[in-house]
């Protein structure tokens, strides 16, 4: 970059591709680098889930938010991005969750978000394929799916379109106040914005954040075999709850007539490697509630880092010990959904604009008010 | 497909050396083997027993070379297990679970040696037209002749590079076929030092020769390869260059792969070190993972003759410290120097590098151009954007073409290295987290 960049952001994941997006667009210069290329981390081994989620109000609020950004942009983005608006059913297993189904869909609808209940009957004919006895679901039609690695580059090619310059290839060794360092290079800024997902916490020590391994498998192509994103409603207590281990039903229409089945949830560190165990057990759990799965041909399995902090919710905003640096990180399994809330987010604080919705529940400082109580 | 959950509880199988391949080495291995005693159970993607290269007509005679081995394989007391392709392989605390799909059903072999003869596949460099109907491999062909496939008068033209194309050009005459040409890539001057160093075994110089007669009335060129491939909806004329000067030929048919690569996919899965794209092995066909052996192609392309010896040395040998014998040391050594010398002469050429252009099909599955992935800067990246390499053949046809394209490190192998059942991949041993040796099989008579 020929002159100064306003703002440096640290990995070009789709909620660093986020931040950078909004700010090129807010006018700033912005200089984006990433250790290895746009979308290849925790982004490209997501599902693509765009997902209202109620886990907290703050989070449904960064989730809805975010939900109305992607329906406004997706007209805009190439059509590689796959963009579906399939839809999520809750799935409900028995009477109890079918309460809990009614208790979502009234939340739902404090938000403005459209939902509603499905008899036995209406989920069998919506999904065939899943398993008789169910008790009815929540279908959610708002929600949608898309391809999270060329979303990601969809958003850089928006930010350099606004005259965002891309370094790839390109690992930053230290954040120092209002500069980054790249080697013997000294790049100083205005601000900086780490958006290293699970490995933030390798730059900015004291962030709360650790790696949350998933497993998905991907199937050959069946067009039809289901339209709607499924999700047991168990899957909230499997994300919620910090176990070591867990699997939840978990499987969505791909656009390319091909089903991806997930998930899981494991603290492990950084070991990538595909699980065995955890994954005949992420796939049981897909088989009894979707038994013809058992004869479709699985093509390939992956792992990713989920980047998890100890109250589900990211850290966005100003980060105190270090004057210009700013956090975009800590997204957990929601980070494709949130990241157009994110960006705009952290643009907003960046350039003194109201944000469109409080960013008190995000901010960093929250991780000091609570240091010591863990 | 709806309804109520059916679970496929796998059958299980205890040996002490698990084959998989069931190719001249992988034979040559399980019979070795077996002779010996130990309990051997072969596996094969193929419906008989004799890998791409001995392949024959379900229920035909096996072909004079191959019959030998076949009768033995089948009084050796192993157990060959056909149509079956493996999933995963776990390393145990005794040994390995292999986890492979037979006939639509999981199957858990437990194994404490695994002797890896998965062969090779042919090298596709992609040009404009090769994925027209009427474009085929060589060795494609060779197995479609073998199934029964008529080529009576049609016009064929063979062009690659590599000695398969003789067996191949002679099948071809044999079956009727109007063979117009054979055109070898390799360079004039080095095919013929490496016809007259075949004198160092006489016995290759030998079946060229044989090969040779069988087709006399076709010309035969070196230095001559396809630039392009042409028709509408099916082949109907290809391109040819020697480099100076370009021509057509009407053909109904191209036979076409630029020699043979080493599958080193369940090698890889393993952790087996790859050397030059070949798995690599000590002098007793040793990997370096403990209990893992290795023969045939996979560790090298070198033909059939040393994949029986390389199979003798490792069924001679697992599982114990006997040494290999020394003939076999020997006789092995021959052939691998003449095997290293046809590497050499039959490399792809160069300008084979230029023949994509920017709307050539390089992947058919996801169907990919060589434009859309030619920027990036690795194969990960190439796939996450484009999906190149990720289709149903998880990218056994397109990686290699790009890896000697644009010189691209293969991507890491994981679960399922074959594309498997969800119920075979979710297979689980009931009630058994880590059975020990020795364990009787549960099979019954399906797979004898």
Not at chain 1, 8 to 22: F, K, L
Not at chain 1, 149 to 155: D, E, G, I, Q, T
Not at chain 2, 222 to 247: K, N, Q, Y
């Amino acid at each position: 970059m020929s002159q100064r960049p306003d703002a440096v952001v640290i990995g070009a994941g789709i909620v660093g591709a986020s931040c950078a997006e909004a700010l090129a667009r807010a006018g700033r210069r912005v200089l984006i680098l990433d250790s290895s290329f746009a979308g290849g981390g925790t982004t490209a081994a997501g599902m693509g889930h765009l997902v209202a989620m109620d886990d907290s109000p703050a989070q449904l609020a960064l989730t809805a938010y975010s939900g109305k950004l992607w329906t406004e942009l997706v007209p805009d983005l190439p059509g590689n991005i796959e963009y579906e608006p399939c839809g999520t059913l809750w799935v409900a297993e028995d009477e109890e969750q079918l309460v809990a189904v009614r208790e979502k869909q009234r939340t739902y609808a404090e938000f403005g978000i459209e939902a509603e209940t499905l008899s036995p009957t209406q989920l069998a004919e919506a999904e065939p394929h899943l398993r008789p006895g169910l008790s009815g679901a929540l279908r959610v039609p708002g929600d949608g799916v898309i391809y999270p690695p060329n979303a990601a580059l969809a958003l850089v090619q928006r930010a350099i379109a606004n005259g965002a310059q891309l370094r790839e290839g390109t690992r930053v060794d230290a954040i120092g106040p209002r500069e980054v360092l790249v080697g013997r290079e000294r790049i100083s800024c205005d601000c900086v914005i780490n958006a290293c997902g699970a490995e933030a916490a390798q730059l900015t020590t004291g962030l709360p954040i650790v790696p949350r391994k998933g497993h998905l498998v991907i199937t050959d192509r069946y067009p039809g075999f289901c339209h709607h994103q499924l999700v047991e409603l168990g899957y909230l207590t499997s994300a919620h709850t910090m176990n070591a281990e867990s699997v939840a039903f978990n499987v969505q229409p791909r656009a390319t007539g091909q089903l991806l089945i997930g998930s899981s949830r494991e603290l492990v560190g950084w070991d990538g490697t595909v699980n065995r165990a955890i994954v005949r057990r992420m796939l049981d759990r897909a088989l009894d509630f979707m038994p013809g799965l058992a004869l479709t041909s699985a093509i390939r399995t992956w792992t990713g880092f989920r980047p998890a902090t100890p109250d589900k919710l990211p850290l966005i905003g100003a980060w105190e010990d270090t004057p210009g640096l700013w956090i975009a990180a800590g997204h957990e399994g929601l980070g494709i959904t949130t990241s157009l809330g994110t960006g705009q987010l952290i643009a907003d604080l960046i350039v003194g604009a109201t944000p469109a919705i409080d960013p008190a529940p995000f901010a960093p400082a929250r991780v000091h008010a609570t240091a010591g109580v863990s | 497909m709806t309804g109520l959950r059916v679970d496929f509880y796998p059958e299980i199988v205890a040996a002490d050396v698990a084959v998989i391949g069931a190719g001249p080495g992988g034979i040559a291995a399980a019979v070795s083997a077996a002779e010996r005693g130990l309990r051997v159970v072969v596996m094969d993607r193929g419906l008989e027993p004799g890998g791409q290269i001995w392949r024959h007509k379900a229920g035909a005679a096996a072909t004079p070379e191959a019959q030998p081995w076949i009768t033995r394989l089948a009084a050796s007391g192993a157990r060959t297990i056909n149509g079956t392709s493996v999933v995963d392989v776990r390393p145990d605390a005794d040994g390995f679970e292999i986890i492979a799909e037979s006939a639509s059903r999981p199957l858990h072999i437990w194994a404490a040696d695994i002797i890896l003869a998965t062969g090779a596949r042919e090298l596709f460099i992609p040009f404009d037209g090769w994925t027209l109907p009427g474009v085929m491999g060589i060795g494609g062909t060779q197995a479609l002749i073998k199934s029964g496939a008529s080529f009576a008068g049609k016009r064929v033209v063979i062009a690659g590079s590599g000695p398969l194309m003789l067996p191949v050009a002679a099948s071809l005459a044999d079956a009727g076929a109007n063979l117009l040409l054979v055109a070898e890539q390799a360079r004039r001057a080095a095919v013929a030092q490496f016809a007259t160093g075949l004198w160092r075994t006489p016995s290759l110089l030998l079946q060229a020769a044989k090969y040779r007669v069988r087709f006399l009335t076709s010309s035969y060129t070196t230095g001559t390869w396809v630039t392009a491939a042409h028709g509408v909806d099916r082949l109907e004329s290809i391109t040819l260059t020697d480099g100076r000067r370009t021509w057509r030929h009407d053909v109904d048919v191209l036979c076409t792969g630029y020699g043979l690569i080493p599958n080193v996919e369940i090698a890889r899965l393993i952790g087996c070190e790859i050397r030059e794209g070949a798995i690599a092995v000590d002098n007793r066909q040793r990997t370096n993972v403990d209990h893992v052996l290795a023969v045939g192609e996979a560790t090298g392309i070198g033909g059939a003759p040393l994949s029986l010896i390389e199979g003798a040395i490792a069924g001679s040998t697992v599982g114990s410290v006997e040494a290999p014998s020394g003939h076999l040391l020997r006789r092995r050594a021959a052939l691998v120097g003449a095997a290293g010398r046809m590497l050499d002469v039959f490399a792809p050429r160069e300008e084979l590098r230029s023949l994509p252009h920017a709307d050539t099909i390089v992947c058919r599955c996801e169907d990919v151009s060589f434009g859309a992935v030619q920027g990036a800067a690795c194969a990960r990246q190439a796939k996450l954007y484009t999906r190149v390499g990720m289709g149903p053949c998880q990218g056994r046809t397109c990686m290699p073409a790009l890896d000697f394209l644009l010189a691209w490190q293969a991507d890491s192998v994981r679960p399922p290295v074959e594309p498997a059942l969800v119920s075979v991949l979710s297979s689980e041993v009931a009630g058994e987290a880590t059975p020990s040796f020795p364990l009787t099989s549960s099979v019954g008579e399906a797979y004898q």
